[in-house]
């Protein structure tokens, strides 16, 4: 019938944290035209969930962090809407992504999923190489189309069930405050990539702890064109390969402890 319109969509801007104060508060300002904010906290400890409680736009729910996949699967158990925003506590939407976001949710043609790709800051300045330059992530679907595939620890992976498309406008990836935060979540991430192979049955190697690291740095400076970024370039790529070596030192001490727990229950 003429004038019958679509209702329009709301959205469910979801954010999961631990210890996020100094990126936080960017990014609930930006989701801050959703129609729900729900944030998963882990327990932080340095004000996060405290500035979070008292935010008048955001609910926040506090869950222990077992693994990336369990966090984010547990969250977006709790949106109310079916399109739902998932970002990471360092990410921002600008407004013209904002924009996009608003008409692509109320297009009657929309897909089931939209991969971001994503603008990397460096204390407050682009990161333009570096390795960064193609990645993308899913930030927006339909809950009922999608799942986090439990096969990633870290990294998650969205399963979706239809077809997903591109977004134009970047988001904004808060990616570095400082050395030592930066290197505590690569140190973080290859920890848990570690378990991921442990549960996958791949074994501890020498040779692989000693290439990969290396193999990461080079690709990442040198193919990628990280030295284009000067220092920071060198910076970022050193962390990125370190967070490699810690998952092999990792994978060795999973094994060494699984192989001394099986001594101890031998008869």
């Known amino acids: 019938m003429a004038g019958l319109s679509t209702p329009k969509q709301k959205l469910s801007a979801l954010i999961i944290t631990y210890n996020?104060?100094?990126?936080i508060e960017r990014c609930i300002d930006s989701v801050s035209f959703a129609d729900e904010i729900i944030v998963v906290d882990s327990f932080s400890t340095d004000g996060t969930y405290e500035y979070l409680?008292?935010?008048?736009?955001?609910?926040?729910?506090?869950?222990?962090?077992?693994?990336?996949?369990?966090?984010?699967?547990?969250?977006?158990?709790?949106?109310?809407?079916?399109?739902?925003?998932?970002?990471?506590?360092?990410?921002v939407v600008n407004?013209?992504?904002q924009k996009e976001i608003i008409e692509t949710i109320?297009?009657?043609?929309?897909?089931?999923?939209?991969?971001?790709?994503?603008?990397?800051?460096?204390?407050?300045?682009?990161?333009?190489?570096?390795?960064?330059?193609?990645?993308?992530?899913?930030r927006l679907f339909r809950k009922s189309k999608v799942q986090f595939t439990d096969k990633k620890l870290v990294h998650e992976t969205l399963e979706v069930d239809g077809s997903s498309g591109i977004l134009k406008q970047r988001l904004t990836h808060y990616c570095y405050k400082?050395?030592?935060?930066?290197?505590?979540?690569?140190l973080?991430?290859?920890?848990?990539?570690?378990?991921e192979d442990f549960y996958k049955e791949k074994h501890f190697n020498y040779l692989l702890m000693t290439v990969k690291p290396l193999w990461k740095f080079f690709n990442h400076y040198v193919i990628r064109l990280g030295f284009l970024d000067g220092k920071r370039g060198i910076t970022i790529c050193y962390l990125n390969a370190l967070?490699?070596?810690?998952?092999?030192?990792?994978?060795?001490?999973?094994?060494?402890?699984?192989?001394?727990a099986y001594y101890l229950v031998m008869p």
Request: charge should be positive; proline fraction near 4%.
């Open 53 to 91: 409680a008292n935010h008048p736009k955001v609910k926040v729910i506090q869950n222990p962090f077992e693994n990336f996949t369990a966090q984010k699967s547990f969250t977006l158990k709790q949106a109310t809407n079916d399109w739902v925003l998932f970002l990471d506590a360092d990410e």
């Open 243 to 260: 967070g490699v070596l810690e998952r092999f030192r990792e994978l060795k001490r999973l094994e060494k402890k699984n192989e001394l």
């Open 106 to 138: 109320n297009n009657p043609n929309a897909q089931e999923a939209y991969w971001f790709y994503r603008k990397f800051m460096f204390q407050n300045e682009p990161l333009h190489f570096s390795g960064w330059q193609t990645d993308k992530n899913h």
């Open 95 to 97: 407004q013209k992504l």
């Open 178 to 186: 400082n050395y030592e935060d930066y290197k505590g979540k690569m």
């Open 20 to 23: 996020e104060m100094g990126y």
């Open 188 to 195: 973080k991430y290859g920890q848990l990539k570690a378990k």
